[in-house]
């Protein structure tokens, strides 16, 4: 049966392209009905579409896989992007007023305008996080009533490179694909996992991904940092290459075995792991090359990504989501580095979620993304509903094509001459009146009812009254 209404969203993965169909209950859980996944290897790199034919094809076959599924045609998508061309940057914007003034909510939105025209050169403005007012020497999250000569608005401008937007929309364009709404994919994340105490208290939300990780800050409920780290799962694949194997054995041993912190004392010197049945690496080596890879990642994120100022504020703690989450002891690795000892691992998004999708049900971080833009969208995307193939007989599902609507053919070749030679037809009709007079009717031979059986009857009825159709015009022209 069709779905009537159900929203889709669509999430530009580092490694892959996720199509999610999913309906919202009275009771605000989720009901998933359809989830399609294309490989993005090909065309798309850190998360950035890099050949735009690609990437409407597979946004095409997901599509289309999609309305299958869901048998109903779609008539829109939420869009979730990311990747290493997205950042943030600080601005300020500043407005003098009269002495004693009362600053109103015309001035706030004045200051946001004045923001987010701002100009920066080969970079477009995706989203802004409003950080606090300064009133005078105080700031204020809500300055709405408040009496002072001037006011400095803060912002946390977070902005891509125009042609990663460009392409972005080329991809969609050129797959005949209308996008309701785009929204940040990290944000959208940060909304669907985190609890609003978390968001308040501070923390630190680390989404592992195949070739990036993600960074985001949140403090008073405020966004205070976003960031994008060019190094994910894949670096860590491409590293256990070096100890002689492909892409793929590599994969699955770090799969199967890989840990991100090991104990000293843990250490097997003599210990392998199989490759295949004639090969085998050692331990040792194998576990060096997992825990520098992923404390090199674990290093820039805290590091490299975390100001200072927020070492001591983040209460709420660490909390990991994504694929690279379900790494072994990866807690361990990260509190080596960071000293924060509560660290939560965020299988799963807030709202209930029913589905039968396996990936759906694992609860492991890899479908977080996709849930929390589907939980976003807030409009219908379904339309027409599709419908079943007719058969070779042009009938569906038992009901004749004419009964459909299709148009009807007009077998009798006597009807189209009378249409066409009305004069000839005239004497034709009258010579055959004559001569049915003469004769005694025939019986009427009862014909078969519906099937291949009665269609070929009805062909050979046809056949022959065209060959004495055309008898009789031979007569008429002697």
Same mark, same amino acid.
């Given at each position: ?38 490989? =993005? &290897?090909?065309?798309?790199?850190? $998360?950035?579409? #890099?050949? +735009? /034919? ?7 076959? @997901? ?65 802004? =996080? &409003?950080?606090?007012?300064?009133? $005078?020497?105080? #700031?204020? +999250? /809500? ?7 001037? @006011? ?87 590293? @256990? ?238």
């Amino acid at each position: 049966m069709a779905a009537k209404e159900f929203i889709v969203a669509i999430e530009l993965g580092s490694s892959k392209i996720t199509g999610i169909a999913g309906r919202k209950n009275m009771d605000g859980s989720i009901q998933v009905l359809a989830v399609v996944r294309e490989d =993005a &290897t090909p065309c798309i790199r850190k $998360g950035v579409v #890099y050949n +735009i /034919d690609k990437t409407s094809a597979c946004l095409t076959n @997901i599509i289309q896989k999609m309305k299958t599924l869901l048998k109903s045609e779609i008539s829109q998508v939420y869009v979730g992007v990311g990747g290493q061309s997205i950042r943030c940057i600080r601005n300020s914007s500043v407005k003098t007023l009269p002495e004693d003034t009362i600053i109103s909510q015309e001035m706030i939105n004045e200051l946001m305008d004045n923001n987010r025209s701002t100009d920066y050169p080969d970079l477009e403005i995706l989203d802004v =996080a &409003t950080q606090e007012f300064k009133v $005078g020497t105080q #700031y204020q +999250i /809500d300055p709405v009533g408040i009496q002072s000569d001037k @006011i400095v608005g803060n912002f946390l401008n977070i902005v891509c490179r125009k042609a990663f937007y460009r392409n972005l929309n080329k991809c969609f364009e050129k797959a005949h694909i209308s996008i309701a709404e785009m929204y940040l994919a990290p944000i959208a994340l940060a909304h669907g996992i985190l609890s609003e105490a978390e968001m308040r208290s501070g923390c630190l939300l680390v989404d592992m991904g195949a070739d990036t990780t993600t960074v985001s800050i949140y403090y008073k409920n405020i966004l205070r940092q976003l960031a994008v780290i060019p190094l994910g799962g894949n670096n860590i694949t491409k590293d @256990i290459t070096s100890l002689l194997m492909e892409d793929n054995e590599a994969e699955m041993l770090k799969i199967k075995h890989s840990t991100a912190f090991i104990e000293p004392t843990e250490i097997e010197t003599d210990a392998t792991l199989p490759i295949d049945a004639e090969r085998s690496v050692s331990q040792k080596a194998f576990n060096e090359l997992v825990e520098a890879r992923v404390n090199e990642i674990i290093q820039n994120v805290w590091f490299g990504q975390v100001p200072p100022e927020y070492y001591n504020k983040l209460m709420g703690g660490i909390i990991l989501t994504g694929g690279g989450s379900k790494m072994k002891d990866i807690k361990k690795a990260f509190t080596a580095v960071t000293g924060i000892q509560k660290i939560r691992i965020a299988g799963t998004v807030n709202l209930k979620v029913t589905s039968t999708d396996k990936d759906v049900n694992a609860h492991d971080g890899t479908m977080n993304t996709a849930l929390a833009l589907l939980a976003k969208g807030d409009m219908n995307c379904s339309g027409a509903t599709i419908k079943p193939t007719p058969d070779l007989f042009g009938t569906e599902e038992g009901t004749d094509s004419a009964e459909k609507g299709s148009p009807k053919t007009n077998n009798n070749p006597d009807e189209t001459n009378r249409r066409e030679y009305p004069e000839k037809n005239l004497r034709r009709e009258k010579k055959r009146n004559t001569e049915e007079k003469t004769t005694q009717p025939e019986k009427t031979v009862a014909q078969p009812q519906g099937g291949w059986f009665s269609r070929g009857y009805q062909f050979l009825q046809d056949f022959t009254t065209k060959i004495f159709a055309a008898e009789d015009e031979d007569d008429d022209r002697q």
